[in-house]
């Protein structure tokens, strides 16, 4: 007997107790001196922002490897809970929470091997995460050339001042960033 697949649940607002944890942005080595940080906003469809959404990233380690550096997340001896990361490995991996202004921040390495950063999007009100990219690059990549003008220009990071790159993502209407559908 073949039973039929069940409905999605939205993801929230619950899921925010326990996967966001302490130093979840700081994926770069503490005081490497090439870390650049990665930021923006979570935007609904009127431009509103999402002051409870998560945002994940993932990224080649520094040498184009996809396999991360297990081992970085701390836990206090005597209660086991998380503490945070342990400021030296490089996972690749980095959870972030919006504050109540709907900004993310993740203090990262720049990506090793490809142009781009992999964010997951997780917000009340959505069936499924959503998946995107955060170009630290304009180069040619072959997801970027398929795009006309418009829509690319969702996936490319603004560069700022001392390292920092502004990735705004817009989960719906005008400007809508280009979110990928892993089938």
Known sequence: MTLPPTPSQTVGPFYGYALPFPGGGDVAPAGHPDTITLHGY????RGDPVPDAIVESWQPGLDGSRT???GSMRHDPVTGKVIGRNGVDFTGFGRVPTDADGHWAIRTLPPAGVPYLSLAVFARGLLHHLHTRAYVEDTGDALLDTLDPAR????IAAPGPHRT?????????????????FA
């Open 42 to 45: 979570v935007l609904d469809g």
């Open 68 to 70: 991360g550096t297990p």
């Open 152 to 155: 690319r220009a969702t996936l």
């Open 165 to 181: 790159y502004r990735f705004d993502i817009r989960l719906q209407g005008e400007k809508e960033t280009v979110f990928l559908d």
